[in-house]
């Protein structure tokens, strides 16, 4: 069974760093990696999707990387704000089926 | 943009009930999915539908059920109601149709947060 692990579970930075939330997977075959972003009693957002084929991709001050190989991927988000600050998920669609792992996320604070 | 919609925002029921959760998408989607999400356990798939009357068991299957009668609403159904399923649920969909299936972001519904009492 696939399983995804997040690290670290929380992380406060101040306003203006650039920060990496990292994402790892246990079965590297998979159709598809999701970053989602959950703000609180809120549902998921979708942030970036990367394909198996693809290395990373991109959107406004947000950068995700995959290395399918060793099972690892990251978010980078550049020169956090405030409005940053939410849960961050990552969730994997191994090719055994339709449905997406999750893990657990990463809660992130930024400060003024 | 897709628009995933979940009857309730909030919702207390007895032990014992039979309670129905609702779930709408506008995206013609094929796929659809119920998660729960717990504190310290992440989203857990529960069921999922890739067509119309189609069902798959997910990871925690028990103690649920599903409906899906039309491609647009999925429901699910929580034959009698236990304290252990107070959580929130959140409903999910995806399109299935090449070439995007490998490329087609999972869309979230808002949530319906259960307490069972």
């Known amino acids: 069974k696939q399983e995804v692990t997040q690290i670290p579970a929380a992380l406060s930075v101040p306003e203006g760093e650039n920060l990496v939330l990292n994402c790892s997977f246990t079965d590297s075959a998979i159709y598809n990696l999701q970053w989602f972003r959950q703000d609180p009693g809120k549902g998921l957002t979708s942030l970036l999707l990367i394909q198996s084929s693809q290395r990373e991709q991109t959107s406004g001050r947000l950068n995700a990387s995959l290395d399918k190989s060793s099972g690892r991927s990251t978010l980078y988000i550049a020169a956090s704000q405030p409005g940053d600050s939410a849960t961050y998920l990552c969730a994997v669609q191994s090719d055994s089926g339709y449905a997406l792992n999750f893990g657990k996320g990463t809660s992130l604070l930024v400060t003024p | 943009d897709v628009k995933v919609t979940q009857s309730s925002r909030y919702l207390v029921k007895r032990t014992g009930e039979k309670v129905f959760l609702e779930c709408v998408q506008d995206m013609d989607h094929e796929n659809m999915f119920w998660y729960r999400q717990d504190p310290g356990l992440g989203l857990r798939l529960i069921y999922f539908?890739?067509?119309?009357?189609?069902?798959e068991k997910g990871d925690i299957p028990e103690g649920y059920s599903v409906s899906r009668e039309k491609k647009e609403r999925f429901s699910l159904i929580l034959e009698s109601a236990s304290t252990n399923q107070t959580s929130m649920y959140l409903c999910?969909?995806?399109?299935?149709?090449?070439?995007?299936?490998?490329?087609?972001?999972?869309?979230f519904g808002n949530g319906t947060r259960l307490t069972v009492t």
């Open positions: 539908s890739y067509d119309v009357k189609m069902k």
């Open positions: 999910a969909s995806s399109s299935d149709r090449s070439p995007s299936f490998y490329n087609s972001p999972l869309h």
